[in-house]
């Protein structure tokens, strides 16, 4: 169970972000649910609920501080895993239009029924990014796209740029010790441009946030299917 609304409240007002009671509701449903269904297939490492409020809740939210959102945005999620950042982002900004992409099955079976007991619309894609983004309802179609996942920067730039319009932005939230030259050729190639990078801290973890501007359109070849990506990347 999430810890109540006053201790809540307190954490969040920490990082500078205001948690109203009834998306402090919507954070118990999801931790509990998130806690529940990881006993039937493996969603998360972390299980204590105040580890998932700073490591998942409140880092996922913390997005919209350090990155520019004005809340009604189309934004799509590659490699949402559990949800995160999408759905508390969602909760937090409740006009925000989300997609939620992943490559299996039982997650995205997940995320359906949790949206459902939040009471959230979202849109579901079962799928491989490289093959969702060569498709024309989802190529180019997003003010951003976004993804917190381990692979390195150009390997992810690959995935998750095409899906973004030109003027749009694809955010990804990283650690702090990745070479962020070695991503630069890609994200040229791709049609980008690193507009923000952000450094912050989490408890006593230090994160990053970076924003790529889509300043061209990507060229059809992009993204190449994951064995390709893998063993040359760009």
Request: aromatic letters at 10%; hydrophobic letters at 40%; proline letters at 4%.
């Amino acid at each position: 169970m999430l810890p109540d609304f006053d201790f809540c409240s307190k954490e969040f007002s920490k990082y500078g972000l205001e948690l109203t009671e009834n998306a402090h509701k919507k954070l118990g449903i999801y931790c509990d649910f998130l806690i529940e269904y990881n006993n039937y297939i493996n969603l998360t490492a972390i299980t204590d609920p105040v580890d998932i409020l700073y490591k998942h809740f409140i880092d996922s939210i913390l997005m919209c501080k350090y990155a520019d959102f004005s809340g009604n945005e189309t934004l799509i999620d590659v490699g949402t895993g559990a949800g995160f950042p999408s759905v508390p982002l969602k909760i937090f900004l409740p006009e925000l239009k989300i997609t939620l992409l992943d490559s299996l099955n039982k997650r995205i079976e997940f995320l359906k029924k949790l949206c459902d007991k939040l009471e959230i619309e979202a849109k579901f894609v079962h799928g491989r990014a490289e093959d969702i983004a060569k498709m024309p309802e989802y190529r180019e179609k997003f003010d951003i796209s976004c993804a917190r996942a381990v692979a390195n920067l150009s390997t992810l730039s690959e995935f998750c740029i095409p899906f973004v319009r030109v003027g749009g932005r694809f955010i990804a939230m990283k650690g702090p010790n990745e070479d962020l030259t070695l991503a630069g050729k890609a994200i040229k190639t791709l049609g980008g441009i690193v507009s923000c990078e952000t450094i912050y801290e989490l408890e006593n973890e230090n994160r990053r946030i970076i924003e790529i501007k889509k300043i061209s359109q990507t060229a059809t070849k992009y993204p190449r299917n994951s064995g390709q990506i893998k063993k040359k990347p760009l």
